[in-house]
C-alpha cells in the first residue's frame, strides 16, 4: 500500500500553499516595494521554502505580477458584483462611486501596489496577459448607466465611460495614497472612520453632479 498522500490531498496543499505564498508575497511587496521586497523573507514568512516558491511562480518578477493579478481581480470581481437593476441612472452611478470608495479604502496593500506599479511604469502589469482586459467589465458597466441616463435626458450627453471611471477612482485611491502626506499637511487623517460616511457621500455627489450638468 503506497504511503504517498491522496492525488487531491496534495493539489489542495499546493493551492493552500500558493496562496499563503500570495498572502505574504501581497503584504511584503505592498510594504517594501518591488525593489525592496525579498524572495528570502516571504518564504520565511509562510511555511515553504524560496525553492519551492520559485517553482510555484518562477522568480521574483512572476511573483509580483501573479500578486498584481490577484489584486486587480479582486477589484474587478467586486465591480461586476455590483447589482444596479432597478436604481435610476443617477442612483445606479452613485451606488457604483460609493461601493468602490469603500473597496479602495478597505484594500490599502492594493492602492500602494497601484502606487508602487507606477512608479515602475506599469513596466510588470504590462506583462501579464491576464490584466490586458481587465478594465473592461467596469467600463461596460459604466457604459451602460450612461447610456441610460442620456436616454432619459438627465446626463449630459459629453459623459465618457473612461473619464468616470477616472473620476471616480481618483477620489477613492486619494485617502489611501496620501494619508500620512495630506495629514501631516493639514492635520486631517483622510482616512479618519468619523468622517468616511461624508466622503462616501462627497463621491457620489461629486459625480452625479457632474453628469447632471448643462444634461
Excluded at 97 to 117: G, M, N, W
Amino acid at each position: 500500500m503506497s504511503d504517498q498522500p491522496p492525488k487531491n490531498s496534495r493539489l489542495r496543499d499546493a493551492v493552500r500553499t500558493q496562496a499563503e505564498i500570495l498572502d505574504v508575497a501581497t503584504r511584503e511587496f505592498a510594504e517594501r516595494g518591488y525593489a525592496g521586497a525579498r524572495v528570502d523573507e516571504i518564504a520565511a514568512l509562510t511555511r515553504t521554502t524560496k525553492r519551492m516558491i520559485y517553482y510555484y511562480f518562477g522568480g521574483k518578477e512572476q511573483l509580483y505580477i501573479k500578486v498584481l493579478e490577484r489584486a486587480y481581480t479582486g477589484i474587478r470581481e467586486a465591480e461586476q458584483a455590483v447589482d444596479v437593476t432597478g436604481l435610476d441612472p443617477a442612483e445606479a452611478i452613485r451606488h457604483l462611486a460609493e461601493l468602490t470608495f469603500d473597496h479602495h479604502t478597505e484594500h490599502a496593500d492594493f492602492i500602494r501596489l497601484v502606487s508602487i506599479e507606477n512608479i515602475h511604469r506599469a513596466e510588470h502589469l504590462a506583462k501579464s496577459e491576464t490584466l490586458a482586459k481587465a478594465g473592461t467589465p467596469v467600463i461596460d458597466l459604466i457604459s451602460g448607466i450612461l447610456a441610460r441616463g442620456r436616454e432619459q435626458g438627465v446626463f449630459r450627453g459629453d459623459a465618457d465611460a473612461v473619464d468616470i471611471h477616472m473620476m471616480i477612482s481618483s477620489f477613492a485611491v486619494f485617502p489611501v495614497a496620501n494619508q500620512h502626506t495630506f495629514g501631516t499637511l493639514f492635520g486631517r487623517d483622510p482616512l479618519d472612520p468619523g468622517r468616511r460616511a461624508h466622503y462616501r457621500r462627497m463621491v457620489g455627489d461629486m459625480v452625479v453632479a457632474y453628469l447632471r450638468a448643462g444634461s
